[in-house]
């Protein structure tokens, strides 16, 4: 018996002594939220070292985060809490409208045995500070507002610019219409180029509505995009309703046939775009979607008027049928670096103005089932236009 114990003593210091020896996760990066529905969000961040991560959530009611026990979520992988850096936990069950606070976790791990074994925990302050707060989608709201930047390539002061003012104005939620990057290079450049900033500034306590843009497709850090920022479709196209309004996310993939020598051979959107159009042509039946008074459609590229290069004049013949269809209302893209507004009719057909940002300003937009209004704000908060579209 005393030999036993004596075993077991040793036995406990020596887990002791190990587990003091796993590096100590920290947060690097985040949080930002993702696919913010009525009834779902999926929150994410990234850590210093691999460990298993949780989310405890805790209604907006006032009450100290440490009033009592909250519900944890992990992310799942076969029966087992993943353990990672890139961290990415889908919360599901969530009501509408409503505001939830949440606090990240991380434990460091060492799985290199049979047995894994538990580390130290860090997480969120809630403590000297708020904790984050998200509020969900609600298709009963009255309006919908949001905020869109684009074609920021990196510029750390324009994107502090342009957002700063977000976590005041309180949209509800927050677009990046592409080319928030001149290349993807690694996990490490995007978040250096624009994810800590963007966290920094919004992206905690607003959900991101990432709309990819041609520059986002280049570079070996491409196929980081859906880890990064998850789509419940496996493209970069998706869809979700705020209010009145749809919002339907496309992407444009990249503007030469998929043969041109600056693909070197990688190039295969053709048979991508094909495929959106599918996706396209069900999510406008879709009940929320249809049902909605107001639609508006997001692509980084947008519609050329006449022939144009091969990408556009592909998204045209294949986007332009199936978003008159749908009824959209308008389209907002970027890519070009100047304000534009093209027609109604101008691009092969299309029954809907689309409204063209600039690199150097944002639009915020409200709308409302009878019509959206978009202001154009440059990064000194000086409002340089301020357009009506009638909702038909
Ligand atoms: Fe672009």
Partial sequence: MKRFFLSLVMAVAAVTLYAAEIPVPKIQCGPWVVGVSETEMTVMWITTERSMGWVEL????GTSFYAEERPRYYEDYLGRHTVTKLHKVRIKGLQAGTTYRYRIYQQGIDDSGHNPVSGQITASNVYSQ????????????????????????????????????????KPDFVVFNGDMVDFMGSQKDIEDKFLHRAS???????????????????GPGFSEYLNLFPTDTGTACFAFRQGP???????????????????????????????????LKQTIQREDIKSA?????????????GKGWYGSNELKRLFVPLLNEAGVDLMLSGHTHNYGIREKGTCDGNQFPILVNDNNSRMDVVANDKEIQVKVIDALGKELRNLTFKVE
């Fill in 58 to 61: 805790a209604p907006d009611d």
């Fill in 130 to 169: 708020k904790p984050y707060a998200i509020r969900t989608m609600n298709q009963s709201a009255k309006e919908c507002r949001f905020t869109m930047v684009n074609d920021i390539h990196g510029r750390d002061s324009m994107l502090i610019a342009l957002t700063k003012s977000v976590k005041k104005d």
């Fill in 200 to 218: 920094e500034l919004f992206a905690t306590d607003f959900p991101l509505v990432y709309v990819r843009g041609n520059h986002e497709t280049r």
């Fill in 245 to 279: 309004v749809a919002v339907i996310v496309l992407d444009s993939g990249e503007d030469k046939p998929d043969s041109d020598l600056e693909y070197g051979g990688t190039a295969a959107y053709d048979a991508y775009r094909e495929q959106l159009a599918q996706w």
């Fill in 293 to 305: 008074p107001v639609k508006i459609a997001l692509l980084h590229v947008p519609f050329e008027k």
